[in-house]
């Protein structure tokens, strides 16, 4: 402070300049050689985090792993579901993608809850804890119960139906399956942004590893399903169920090891609030003081002068949503009380601006959460049906049968190594192609190109489907068709690449655009667009179900594929999904960057996709 204070007295603006900079040079290196953590993070036992001793990559390589192998025994139950009911449940095609849709977009609603309760009550850690336990209870119950299902001998396996069951076996293998979906769901926002907790956003070097963490964490992701994509599916369709589920308890419980293992090293943040009340406190406050006039001047809103409160960084005041500003009018007779009887506000009568703010972020962030929700759907609904078109064609190769579910390999391989080259080549090469205009590939125009992609990928299905009906018509099969399952690899392919454009642009984006008090929830925000896509999937096609069965027909998802007209339905899809795309495109042109320090610059900028 007394440099700073002689630098006053200084007449000469280089001289004033000179000094400036050793102070601050002398201030970054006081802060390299600190032993602690910039950002706030507390060890296991809640002092401050330290660097050489907690985080960095050895905690995020075994949070990576432990995600690999949880994600490993979810897919080895999640890929099969469809053709688990209709070989075991004997469900129609229809039914079991229904079934299907269903039980994923629960698995992502309950992301939401996982978010909530780690921001607001339990923190990342122990949220991931309570619910890879829950997952892990789950499966045991469903691979204890699988035996009492499989009645005979070979069914199970394609085209042979197992004996009805009794509804109490049915209730007990619907209750295993949303305890697997409830672990699945809350632990995955938790444990994506509990890994990116472990690098200090403060220090250069770490902030570059935090802001690649989300891209190797959906690789890792991939890899697990990869496995349980081609060995598991082989071993389920082949009759296996038990065995397959087996493995997949296995697997979730050494990765729940795993992550109990590294517990003295991470690093935590500890939960701030809750969000539902403070978005609560802002609406009730800024309704009862809609007739208060709003200062001309921004800097007499209500806000503590500190640059935290309660580890929660200071927001600026930005323009739009201005309703929601009357929260953080401060009248006279609430500006004496706080000075006279030095005590904190009612929240429900007087809210800060940074808590105004953060619903404001929540707010401008749904429309482009709406518009990211049919291209879920579209995701869920028709992977289950590629595996449903995959078990109609000919799926044999040198003499073994392919399993329908493992062609989802070619998806997670395309996914897997778009992510890996994006850095190193698909951006320089954007770049390149992009002279005219070089502006960075950001997570929006991802998002954007991502849904362009998804559309071509629907129209290749769409005609190979129509090739497959051509064949099975001609050669009069009533079940299968003899086009070769592999000429489904490119619209696989093409789900891939869109689905690494869309999914870790969006979990980047809504991470990023989100407080720090809801970090958690704004991952968890990302993948609820997945679970309201799956109820907007399943009521899509019983609608079209319901049209396209009329007088006798059987619709275009029939019980009997040959019978019906899934290219239709694919090609339906590609035009939703092109009316989606250009909704989004002008929200996206709209949205504008949240401003995380005081810039006008910044406020008026709007996002270019």
Known sequence: MDAEEDLEHKTSPETNNYFKAIIENDHEERLIISPFTRDGSVDCYGRPAMKDATGGWRSAILLLVNQGLFALAFTGVEVNLVLFSKLVLRQTNAEAANTFSIWMATTYLFSLIGAFLSDSYLGRYLTCIIFQAVLIIGLVILSLSTPSLLKLDDCGKIGLLCEPHSPIQVAILYISLYLIALGNGAADPCLATFGADQFDEEDPKEQRSKASFYSYYYVALNLGCLVAETILTYIETSGGWILGFWICTCSALFSFLLLLSGTPRYRHFKPIENPISTFANVIVASFRKRNFQLPRNEEDLFEFQVDTINGVTRMYHTDGLKFLDHAAIISTEEENSLVSMNQNPNPWYLCTVTQVEEVKCILRLLPVWICTIFPSAIFIQILSLFVEQGATMDRTFLNFQVPPASMTAFDIISTTMFILVFDTFIVP?????????????????????????????????????????????????????????????????????????????????????????????????????????????????????????????????????????????????????????????????????????????????????
């Open 429 to 609: 090469l954007y770049m390149k192609l992009m002279k005219q205009d070089p502006k960075p590939l950001s997570e929006l125009r991802r998002i954007g190109i991502g849904l362009g992609i998804a559309i071509v990928a629907l129209i290749v299905a769409g005609f190979v489907e129509r090739q497959r009906l051509e064949l099975a018509s001609e050669n009069n099969s009533e079940e299968t068709s003899s086009l070769s399952i592999f000429w489904q690899a490119p619209q696989y392919l093409l789900v891939g690449v869109a689905e690494a454009f869309i999914y870790v642009a969006q979990m980047e984006f809504f991470s990023s655009q989100t407080p720090d008090g809801v970090k958690g929830l704004g991952i968890g925000l990302a993948m609820s667009s997945s679970a309201v896509g799956s109820y907007v999937a399943n009521i899509v096609l019983t609608m079209v179900m319901k049209i396209t069965s009329r007088h006798g027909q059987p619709g275009w998802v029939s019980p009997n594929l040959n019978e019906g007209h899934l290219d239709r339905f694919f090609f339906l899809c590609a035009f939703l999904t092109f009316i989606n795309l250009i909704v989004y495109i002008m929200c996206a042109r709209r949205y504008k960057e949240i401003s995380w320090e005081k810039s006008e610059e910044t406020n008026d900028e709007e996002v270019v996709i």
